[in-house]
């Protein structure tokens, strides 16, 4: 690691590796891809009562996980499939081994062990405080208040010269708590910010003296929280359902259907049923982690104004901007949001060793719709110049249970699409309507 005194992050006991208590249920499940094209909710329907979730849907594709006392049944339908994972189980034990830290001075950068493995909430939380403290000058540990559990939603906010103040670049991660791969990911976009500055790296200087970056890495740590120790596949966040619920068994709310925007616009858009993975909750801003972080983004907005919002999520390679709440509705900006994805998208590709490409558009257009995400809604009320939701890799075989060897190249390539995507926000480099979708 590059930044403050240059620390090693090591396991205890000299490098060895502490795995994870998840209690897992899905040892023998299995993961796959299913080719729907456009029959996706004919095949939903065939599938009710074998698939226990449903990871993704996007590309004309469907993956589901079938249990082992489904699988006959499954295999019965004679689907289009690609097997993704033989049995779940053993990748979230093989992907959820985790590295606890100590602290040691390290000599050589290129052995920064931290991008290598996953690791412990706490770990991350200690991480982030070295961080700032390392920039101490030119950041603060900021929160947008308390989580259902009463976890600090945290996050730092840098500057450049001149001081705090300027168009707000706003990051935030780890919504839904699956999704592992998003919190290196923004650790790692900071951390290159910090050190390239320190540096005096005249781009990097350049991207902290034009805008304050908030940088919000975890949104949902209860949800992480949980997912590291029982439910790896957990998304939601921890709140309990409604006390006049059917069943009281369903936890969790999807913070990202909870946005006042578009709430309850569509109803494919999000579900009213406390037991469905995108929850929209009973009001709009009902989740203490959306309450504190639209305060944050109005604040943002009436004080400074926000230049770029990205949510950062996994999987699928996508890059979407708003509307979300309706396939055919383009937002003015969609031209120049359409065109600078496309920067992105190249300069990732041409970073990747595997060309990994990315598909680009409005987000009801190109996924699903989804309705009361934070997309829209900090476009819409935020008034966000760019706003993005960018889902990460893979989309290969692993989804949501990517090995630790794929943590650092994801990481990698991303910061290379940031640093296109930042030195582009202020140029006139939009000349006309482009096409509103595209994968590059």
Known sequence: ???????????????????????????????????????????????????????????????????????????????????????????????????????KRQANDSQDPWFDSYHPYDDHVAWW???????????????????????????????????PGKPAVLY????????????????????????GYKDGDNVTKAFLDTYDFYIFPFVNPDGFVFSQTNERLWRKNRQPPPSNALNQTCYGRDINRNWETNWDADPRGASPNPCSQTYRGVVPRDTPENAGLDDLVRRIRDSQGIKLFIDWHSYSQLILSPFG???????????????AAALMSEAIRAESSNGTTFTFGPSGAVLYPTTGSSVDHIYTIGRA????????????????????????????????????????????????????????
Do not use: C
Not at 129 to 135: I, N, T, V, Y
Not at 172 to 195: C, D, F, M, N, S
Not at 393 to 422: A, C, H, N, S
């Open 325 to 339: 709440h309706k396939e055919t509705l383009y937002a003015p900006e969609l031209g120049k949001w359409t065109k």
């Open 129 to 163: 405080h070295e961080l700032q403290g390392s920039f101490a000058n030119q950041s603060n540990w900021t929160s947008s208040g308390k989580s259902y559990e009463g976890r600090d939603i945290f996050g730092v906010h840098l500057w450049g010269a001149g001081g």
């Open 385 to 440: 110049e760019f706003s993005y939701t960018i889902e990460l890799p893979d989309y290969g075989d692993f989804g949501f249970v990517l090995p630790p060897e794929r943590i650092r190249p994801t990481v990698e390539e991303q910061w290379v699409g940031q640093q296109v995507l930042l030195s582009i926000l202020d140029e006139d480099f939009f000349d006309g309507e482009g096409p509103a979708i595209l994968t590059l």
């Open 172 to 195: 935030h991660g780890t919504v839904h708590a699956r999704e592992w791969i998003v919190a290196p990911t923004v650790e790692y976009v900071a951390q290159q910010l910090v050190q």
């Open 1 to 103: 690691m590059r930044f403050g005194l240059n620390l090693l992050w090591l396991s205890l006991a000299a490098g060895a590796t502490i795995r994870s208590p998840i209690a897992t249920p899905h040892d023998g499940s299995r993961v796959y891809r299913v080719k729907a094209g456009r029959s996706i909710a004919t095949v939903h329907k065939r599938l009710a009562g074998i698939a226990s979730d449903y990871w993704d849907q996007a590309h004309g594709n469907l993956d589901v996980v079938i249990p082992r006392d489904q699988i006959h049944a499954f295999e019965a339908l004679e689907l289009n499939t690609r097997l993704l994972h033989s049995d779940l189980g053993e990748s979230i034990a093989k992907e959820s081994a985790v590295k606890r830290k100590s602290w």
